[in-house]
């Protein structure tokens, strides 16, 4: 062995040595294996042997030739070398370790990426290369701009389409070719990259899409009885303007702007005005040319009497808010100088409008604008706008996602002139007017007592709803949940699935493999699937006219919850059960009383702008509770809750309020709940104008303008659960046994199957 070992070492070190001494030099690859090997062979060598083996001279480093070698004792050189080689060859492993690592992390966020994608906007990731791409870290949502993102993806090859949508934290980019999408891939991934605006470091990940689509939001129109003029001053006018503030003696320093008040002081602690209390000086001279353009060209009747001016530096705002109808009249209008901003508007049915005000622009609020919309500036130091026409476009900034862009906030002043009211309110408006406040009669339904009070109820405040809301209703249904897809995509070919209250139909055509039917109380959504070609009849849940043990599986999303009482609940889940055959599951899904769960908000509770349709049918899942003479004799915990779920509502396990013998409570739009059965309003948008009988009967006096003028609201009847109560509902039924009960997005979840 040790013979061998010699041999070895002798061979290694000579051929080393005599082509170092020619000049040539190795890869420091080849030089690391070398010595790796050598060393192995020192292992097993005593230091005399290794005198009597070892060359008596090694070359210099860049010495090709004896001359510019000198001779040196092996024994002070080699050790040297050799740490010199293991050094590198620590160092070049400590390299491939970091690689791996950073490629692993890499290779992590893409999958997290992956899943927030498919979870939040149902859109699917390639696992190959395709044309488009999503690229997370790369969006309006967080600072990145148009022009550098598409600087960055162009060096690559030509773009097709860069898509932008607003608050999203990702774009989608589409490539002319699939090469060009590969080497943006190759090239991007993991990449470090700086944002030009904020200077703050971002990594971007990558993933490939089998196609690049975003639904752009409808063009929106000003609110009634807004105009915004541009231009109404000149550049010398402003100027002037701005420099006759004297910021040194302004009443008030808010924490997030700068404001001052001329003619009267606007008090914050009551939001209204002192009207015996007029300020010395009243409204600065300087004003009055310009108040009497206003005045000539029709944009207010009266003379303001009250100005406020407010500074904000950029990451500055204001409150949503609407002026109080008791301080002032109709007319209220706002100069806009020195910066650009966008300003947010909101119908109290949540739709919202994004408002481009131009430097020395003039806003014009009166009637609807001004009673019933509130106007903020929300605080950021970025407005998304329109692209194409940077700081310039007068009016709404629609959601385009591909042209749409930031643009850095600059100190703004506006001055908003209003004329204080000498009398009450009498506007149109009653339900957000403080001089009519308690006027209004609300007529509302309370909770039924017995059969023939639930199925009435019913009627009126859910089928009759859904008849008249149809069109609008499917409009906002074309995003299916990605574990109802799950669920569907899980079942073996060929299986028989029916969906009871189907809805639109947007879930009879997820698997192409199943055979599946749909049906649903609305005869009108009913007509909506037949246009798309799907399957589907009407009926009601509680009796559907399919065969008994029919079926291979079920689902029930955001329909259980429509029944009024705990039979028709549980009665509903029975019917399901039945159309099952033995082994057959079904997926039932119901909106939750705990919309914020293990300290996180639901998507109900987050969303707030015009997108909020967009989510509602999930977030209005179904509820339902058993009746105690139909549980099981067992005392088990599950028995257990469900006969605290039947008992008087006093007795209920969540903060729940009580509302037997009393009216239904009328729940505010993306609020928690506080109570478990409620109405939840509908504004219909995009239709004719309905009779009054078709709208809710509680918002304003019969017969009122206000009912003429806005659009139709409806009250659907809904019973939202606490946790544990639909699987508990579930588990009372003998021939059934949970497979799995989760909470998702808001909503109570369960999995069964058919015994």
Request: one cysteine or more.
């Amino acid at each position: 062995m040790a013979a061998g070992v010699s041999w070895c070492f002798d061979q290694c070190w000579n051929s080393y040595i005599s082509v170092r001494a020619s000049g040539f030099r190795f890869l420091p690859s080849f030089d690391v294996r070398l010595c790796t090997l050598l060393l192995r062979c020192l292992r097993h060598k005593t230091e005399p042997e290794l005198s009597n083996k070892l060359p008596s001279f090694i070359p210099e480093r860049g010495a090709p030739s004896a001359d510019s070698c000198r001779l040196a004792p092996m024994h002070f050189r080699f050790p040297k070398l050799l740490l010199q080689i293991t050094s590198m060859e620590l160092k070049t492993s400590k390299e491939h370790l970091k690689v791996q690592k950073m490629k692993k992390k890499v290779l992590r966020k893409q999958v997290r990426a992956q899943h927030t994608l498919m979870r939040h906007e149902g859109i699917e990731c390639s696992s190959h290369a395709t044309q488009s791409l999503v690229i997370a870290n790369a969006g309006l949502g967080n600072g990145m701009g148009r022009h550098q993102l598409l600087r960055i993806v162009g060096e690559y090859g030509l773009v097709e389409t860069l898509l932008m949508p607003p608050s999203k934290p990702y774009s989608f980019v589409k490539y002319g070719t699939t090469e060009e999408a590969k080497k943006a891939f190759d090239a991007l991934n993991g990449k470090e990259v700086t944002l030009e605006d904020c200077g703050q470091n971002i990594v971007l990940y990558i993933n490939f899409l089998e196609k690049v689509f975003w639904k752009n939001a409808v063009p929106t129109s000003l609110p009634p009885g807004l105009m915004v003029i541009e231009k109404v001053i000149s550049p010398e006018e402003e100027r002037r303007i701005l420099e006759s503030i004297d910021w040194i003696g302004a009443q008030k320093t808010l924490k997030h702007r700068r404001v001052k008040h001329f003619g009267y002081e606007f008090r914050y602690d009551n939001n209204n005005v002192d009207k015996d209390k007029p300020l010395p000086g009243g409204l600065p001279e300087i004003c009055d040319p310009f108040l009497e353009k206003c005045l000539k060209q029709g944009y207010i009747k009266h003379k303001p009497d009250q100005l406020t001016v407010n500074q904000y530096e950029p990451g500055q705002g204001i409150p949503p808010h609407i002026d109080t109808h008791s301080a002032f009249e109709d007319e209220i209008i706002s100069l806009s100088l020195g910066a650009e901003i966008v300003m947010d508007f909101k119908h109290p049915d949540g739709h919202t409008v994004a408002i481009m005000l131009p430097r020395c622009s003039l806003l014009v609020m009166a009637g609807e604008s001004r009673y019933l919309w509130t106007h903020g500036i929300t605080p950021r130091k970025y407005d998304v706008i329109q692209a194409s026409e940077l700081g310039q476009k007068v009016g709404t900034i629609t959601a385009d996602a591909g042209d749409l862009t930031l643009n850095r906030r600059e100190t703004r002043t506006s001055f908003t002139f209003r004329k204080v009211r000498r009398s009450p309110c009498n506007c149109i408006y009653p339900s957000v007017c403080d001089s009519q406040k308690g006027q209004q009669s609300r007529v509302q339904p309370s909770f039924p007592h017995n059969e023939m009070e639930a199925s009435k109820l019913e009627q009126e405040y859910v089928h009759r709803v859904y008849e008249e809301i149809a069109p609008h209703f499917s409009s906002t249904r074309h995003s299916p949940w990605p574990q109802i897809v799950e669920f569907l995509r899980s079942l073996p070919k060929g299986s028989i699935v029916a969906d009871v209250g189907c809805g639109n139909g947007k879930y009879l055509g997820i698997n192409e493999d199943l055979y599946m039917v749909g049906c649903d109380r609305s005869k009108n959504l009913v007509d909506i699937c037949g246009e798309k070609n799907l399957e589907a009849f009407v009926c009601d849940a509680l009796s559907v006219p399919m065969r008994s043990g029919s079926c291979d599986a079920c689902i029930s999303i955001a329909v259980i919850h429509h029944f009024s009482t705990a039979e028709r609940r549980l009665a509903t889940i029975r019917e399901l059960v039945r159309l099952l055959r033995p082994g057959g599951t079904a997926l039932i899904y119901v909106w939750a009383m705990e919309q914020e769960y293990k300290n996180q908000k639901s998507k109900y509770l987050k969303e707030k702008n015009g997108s909020k349709d967009k989510e509602e049918e999930i977030n209005t899942g179904m509820a339902q509770r058993p009746l105690s003479d139909q549980l099981p004799d067992s005392s088990s915990q599950d028995s257990v809750c469900s006969e605290r779920l039947l008992s008087d509502p006093k007795d209920k396990g969540c903060d729940a309020k009580p509302i037997a013998d009393s009216a239904l409570p009328i729940h505010t739009n993306r609020t928690s709940f506080h109570s478990q059965d409620l109405l939840v309003p509908w504004h219909l948008k995009g239709g004719p104008k309905k009779k009054r009988e078709s709208m809710d009967t509680g918002l304003f006096p019969v017969g009122s303008k206000e009912s003429q003028e806005l659009s139709p609201v409806f009250h659907r009847y809904y019973h939202v659960f606490c946790e544990g109560e639909l699987e508990a509902v579930c588990r009372s039924l003998d021939c059934v046994r949970v497979q799995r009960s989760y909470y998702d997005q808001g909503n109570w979840c369960v999995v069964l199957e058919k015994l």
